[in-house]
């Protein structure tokens, strides 16, 4: 009996000191890394923009394509940008459905949809784990996609369970890195420079392609269009105008795509909108963005300059958008 109490007593012990490690070293973990859902910061402060008037949702493509600058604070209207990078349509709605007391009666939503909205963005378990935790950080459980408790747990109280390579940060020697500053960029490139710049784009098109379109069983996944059916609904239900849209891309990374597949997108967006009674707008190939590389950042997203010209184009182009900015009285609170 003895020898039993002895041995469970060794037990607890070495448990109880494994867990007590785990627990200094996770204390240590939280204070040197990095924030990995920094993106999502934009959501714990989303109280301070009452009955949104403006808005979109999407991945990174919608991230960076809508910049409310001009509209919000020149103009005064209450903007916000739903998006993140990777941010697939079920993530779209379990946002909307968290906050879907925060738009005004009058509202106008932008909702992109990419060459690869319709197919899976991971391509691992990993990766899925660490795309879809920092939703953890903002969203209530009910509203998250398969919710996991594992992901919350690690999310939230023991984030070094995730750690991967970032656990040599708790290394003595780690923060003696070096930091590397970029070098200003002129506003008008060399010969050498524009044709640096083009085969960086025409890499990163590539990679881009080959994630996104390389060993998928299917790219239209009707799960997908599923998703984008509830947002429009919910759109529907609650006096959102719904705008469908494609944003701008580089030649290099449209032209990367097949006439078949280009056609098959093209039908499936097209009876979406029609069923919803929605319109489409389609950027992916227009001629004012496509061969200039100085408005984006990568091959397929846009940059700061890009970003503002493009919300330009689109008070000028979009029926919607006009009508919406002739009838909505700015609300944003100064």
């Known amino acids: 009996m003895k020898k039993i109490a002895l041995f469970a007593a060794k037990c607890f012990i070495v448990c109880f000191g494994t867990l007590f490690l785990l627990f200094l070293l996770n ?9 990995p859902y920094s993106d999502a910061d934009k959501f714990f402060h989303i109280n301070e923009y009452p009955d949104i008037q403006i808005c979109n949702l999407g991945s990174s493509h ?4 809508f910049k409310y600058d001009s509209l919000a604070y020149s103009r005064g209207y209450q903007c916000f940008n739903f998006a993140m990078s990777s941010q697939t349509y079920d993530y779209d709605y379990a946002i909307l459905s968290m906050y879907r007391n925060s738009f005004d009666d009058d509202c106008l939503m ?56 970032d656990i040599a940060k708790l290394l003595p020697f780690s923060s003696l890195s070096l930091k590397v500053f970029a070098a200003e960029t002129s506003a008008a490139l060399s010969p050498e420079e524009q044709a640096a710049k083009e085969a960086e784009f025409q890499e990163k098109a590539l990679n881009r392609y080959h994630r996104h379109m390389d060993e998928k069983e299917e ?37 990367l795509f097949s006439p078949e597949f280009k056609e098959e997108f093209y039908t499936t967006i097209e009876t979406i909108a029609a069923d919803a009674g929605v ?9 004012r963005f496509a061969g200039r590389l100085e408005l984006f950042s990568d091959a397929d997203h846009l940059n700061n300059e890009g970003a503002a010209y493009f919300m330009n184009i689109l008070e000028q182009e979009i029926p919607e958008m006009q009508a919406f900015l002739l009838r909505a009285t700015p609300n944003r609170i100064r």
Do not use: W
């Open 279 to 287: 319109p489409y707008y389609d950027y992916s190939d227009d001629a």
């Open 27 to 35: 204390l240590r973990y939280e204070q040197v890394r990095d924030n």
């Open 219 to 255: 790219y239209f996944l009707q799960e997908r269009i599923d998703n984008l059916n509830d947002i429009l609904a919910f759109c529907k239900e609650n006096g959102i105008t719904a705008v469908l849209i494609t944003t701008p891309y580089t030649s290099m990374y449209s032209q």
């Open 110 to 165: 932008f909702i992109p949809v990419s060459y690869f909205s319709f197919n899976n963005e991971v391509t691992n378990e990993k990766e899925e784990q660490f795309l879809t935790a920092k939703y953890y950080t903002f969203l209530s459980p009910k509203y998250i996609p398969h919710y996991d408790p594992y992901i919350d747990i690690v999310t939230h109280h023991l984030p070094i369970l995730s750690a991967g390579e």
């Open 62 to 65: 919608g991230e960076n394509a």
